[in-house]
């Protein structure tokens, strides 16, 4: 896809999926922000991308924080242009059975997830809008149709959908589309802590997921990365308030 250089903000994108979206969006031309609270991290993936010939800047931000927010977002507008392109990936898991879990458990997951994505959402949306084009992705999940021990995970990601369908409501009318990724079964440190929780080693909790996944395969961080590259183009401009599930396959 040719694409128009813009300015793209990928949350979370010191690693895993963040990285890897970052990384397909230089690679289609736009200039990236690399935002993430992993700011050494955050950094080795904006000059990974630099040595490839890409553009890419580092910002420390916690996006659960509105000033932090409103900072990261400034200091992007005036090093790179404004930014049409928002993907709201960061993301922690605080897993445990709802009678074990915490009211931290509950409020940091709530805080990096929901808040994160209003906050980021509503700070670049004054860029779009003022562009007269835009887009936003936010990841969802395909725990957002209920995990066990993940009561908190769970309800962020099916709440993430009703916030990009509102979004998709009101930006519409600006040039801006609004859009959730869900991914199913993806390897990476997120997943890997998982298997840790369950007592299982990363192969054999790999193997399991696999023999469930129509596919007959995990997921890849750049097959997410892949999904989004096409929703944030230009050639996706009619597809809006959509949930795009990465999985493999259909669920149940």
């Known amino acids: 896809m040719s694409q ?9 994108a010191a690693r895993g999926i963040g990285a890897a979206t970052a990384h397909r ?8 922000a690399v935002v993430d609270l992993l700011e ?21 931000a916690d996006v659960s924080d509105t000033d932090q927010v409103t900072a990261a977002v400034a200091q992007i507008a005036e090093r790179l242009g404004p930014p049409t392109i928002l993907v709201n990936n960061a993301g922690v898991i605080r897993d445990n ?12 997951v709530m805080g990096v997830h929901l808040r994160g994505a209003f906050l980021m959402s509503r700070a670049a949306q004054a860029h779009m809008t003022q562009e007269g084009w835009g887009r936003i992705v ?19 990601k099916a709440g993430l959908q009703g916030f990009t369908k509102t979004l998709a409501i009101e930006l519409g009318k600006f040039g801006v589309t609004a859009n959730a990724v869900a991914p199913g079964f993806i390897v990476t440190d997120m997943t890997r802590a998982t298997a840790e929780r369950v007592g299982m080693s990363f ?3 790999q193997q399991a997921a696999a023999a469930n996944i129509p596919v007959r395969r995990t997921g890849r961080p750049e097959d997410v990365a892949a999904t989004i590259a096409f929703l944030t183009s230009e050639e996706a401009g009619f597809v809006s308030g959509q949930v795009i599930y990465v999985a493999g396959g259909p669920l149940d």
């Open 138 to 156: 936010s990841l969802s999940s395909s725990s957002a149709q209920g995990n066990r021990g993940q009561a908190n995970y769970s309800a962020a």
């Open 4 to 12: 128009t250089p813009r300015v793209a903000i990928v949350t979370g």
């Open 40 to 60: 050494d991290q955050a950094k080795a993936t904006a000059d990974a991308i630099v040595a490839k010939g890409g553009t890419a800047i580092a910002v420390p």
């Open 25 to 32: 969006l230089a690679a289609e031309g736009h200039a990236v």
């Open 203 to 205: 192969e054999d909790f």
């Open 97 to 108: 059975l709802l009678f074990r879990m915490t009211d931290a458990d509950w409020d940091t």
